[in-house]
């Protein structure tokens, strides 16, 4: 499998430091909000990268860490009147329920800044010691001079980066480049005690404490959204390779941005929209859906026309799986037929060649569509086998699997005890060529919500 290293910038082979064992770690939210929806597409991008290593093989350790102490969270709690905690406990759990409703996997360890608190220090002190940080009135600043280096994943130069910064934004720092890793308390604000006095840390520091405490020195993959370039991912790396002296990751993963109708989302221009107002109006699974057909990489235009073309393809697949399991239910006994198992392996490695090539989705999920073709194509034929359409059907979700898609196909076909009786006492009536019993009943299964029809492949019952 090739990725698209944003420190190369060019595509590389991803190969594990630990044979079939990769780890990963993706920045995750600053709860102090709903997430919106550029917010989710990294979740569900890596959710599928995550999908699809574990269905090739590997075994992945998957770290997402929460950010739940910040300036944010603080501001937060001030309006709410509330203390940081509590916000942070709150939109945790609301981020979870949108999380779960996108169908994204909880991470194998969702560490939190509060729990790790000592590893921070003792990172932040290891950074002093050897003289890559340094102590000013309480705070502690990162030495950017002290690492040659920075730069190096947003391709800033040292140059251009001191061109472009504010002089004399705080005269107790050496450079206007350098960044805080400890922060002094100010009155009112959650604070731990530490060797520089109460505090709590700056942002970038608390990443690259957590994922060398969960996943060690150097990553297999460092993932998170496009935005975080610089400076989150760019400072991570000169915090953790001055302590370590070895590279954080050895493949960076950055997914693009999503516009609103062809303009950059912002809360300025009103065309902010988080997750859970889209999941109200058009489910979850539109949105996943929204997410998994671009490429990662490829700026996402949001809009209503590609979320109603989003409904209708998703409408495309449960409908095709729907007929397959009608089709299977009545097809006749016998082995798969050589012909349609070569053409199903021949879509299981096109779709296995798009996802090595970058996590190529969009191409993955053409060939779903291909497959969708040529399933029903066999569920429309009576003389296409049981074992035959199994097969496909093993397939077909195998790969919805992969892309996290469908997960909503057993819910929405659970048909009630009652309806079902009244569609086998409707079928029965029917064989009995007792045609007026057979419309009474069916006007009775519409009373309750359902209508039944007879097709090629079987009775269908769908909710009206």
Not at 122 to 145: I, N, Q
Not at 146 to 172: H, W
Not at 282 to 307: F, K, T, W
Request: net charge negative.
């Amino acid at each position: 499998m090739y990725l698209y290293n944003t420190m190369s910038r060019k595509k590389e082979e991803l190969l594990p430091q630990q044979g079939k064992q990769v780890n990963i770690y993706a920045c995750g939210p600053t709860v102090y909000n709903f997430i919106h929806i550029g917010n989710a597409r990294p979740i569900c991008a890596f959710d599928v990268l995550r999908r699809y290593l574990t269905w090739r093989g590997y075994t992945v350790k998957y770290v997402q860490n929460f950010t739940d102490v910040d300036d944010k969270i603080i501001k937060r709690a001030n309006e709410e009147g509330s203390s940081a905690a509590q916000v942070a406990e709150k939109y945790i759990a609301e981020y979870k329920t949108d999380a779960h409703g996108l169908n994204v996997m909880d991470a194998d360890v969702h560490p939190q800044v509060t729990t790790c608190m000592q590893d921070i220090i003792d990172f932040v002190k290891a950074l002093v010691d050897s003289g890559h940080a340094y102590e000013a009135d309480g705070d502690v600043y990162f030495r950017t001079a002290s690492f040659p280096e920075y730069g190096k994943l947003s391709k800033n130069s040292m140059e251009d980066l001191q061109a472009g910064a504010r002089i004399g934004v705080d005269e107790r720092k050496e450079s206007a480049l350098d960044f805080a890793v400890w922060k002094a308390a100010k009155p009112g604000e959650p604070y731990w005690d530490s060797p520089w006095g109460k505090g709590r840390p700056g942002w970038h520091i608390e990443c690259s404490a957590m994922s060398r405490k969960y996943l060690g020195d150097t990553l297999d993959i460092h993932c998170g959204g496009q935005d975080l370039i610089f400076p989150h991912h760019e400072n991570e790396i000169a915090q953790s390779e001055s302590v370590t002296g070895k590279p954080l990751a050895n493949l960076w993963m950055h997914n693009g941005y999503i516009n609103v109708d062809n303009k950059k989302m912002s809360k300025s221009l009103g065309n902010f929209f988080t997750a859970r107002e889209v999941a109200e109006k058009y489910g979850y699974e539109v949105v996943r859906y929204m997410m998994v057909q671009a490429h990662y990489r490829s700026p996402i235009n949001y809009c209503v026309e590609l979320l109603d073309a989003c409904k209708a393809s998703l409408e495309r697949l449960y409908t095709c799986r729907d007929t397959l399991d009608r089709a299977i239910a009545n097809a006749p006994a016998g082995a798969a037929d050589p012909e349609s198992l070569a053409l199903f392996d021949q879509r299981k490695q096109a779709f296995i060649t798009a996802m090595d090539d970058d996590l190529n989705t969009a191409d993955g999920v053409s060939v779903l569509f291909d497959l969708v073709r040529d399933l029903n194509t066999r569920s429309n034929d009576p003389a296409t086998t049981k074992d035959t359409l199994t097969a496909g059907a093993k397939l077909f979700d195998e790969l919805t699997g992969v892309l996290g898609l469908l997960y909503n196909r057993k819910q929405g076909n659970e048909i009630p005890a009652q309806v079902q009786e009244l569609v086998d006492a409707r079928t029965a009536a029917r064989k009995a060529k007792d045609f007026a019993e057979a419309d009474r009943l069916r006007d009775e299964i519409a009373a309750l919500g359902y209508a039944v029809k007879e097709t090629r492949q079987g009775v269908e019952i769908t909710k009206l």
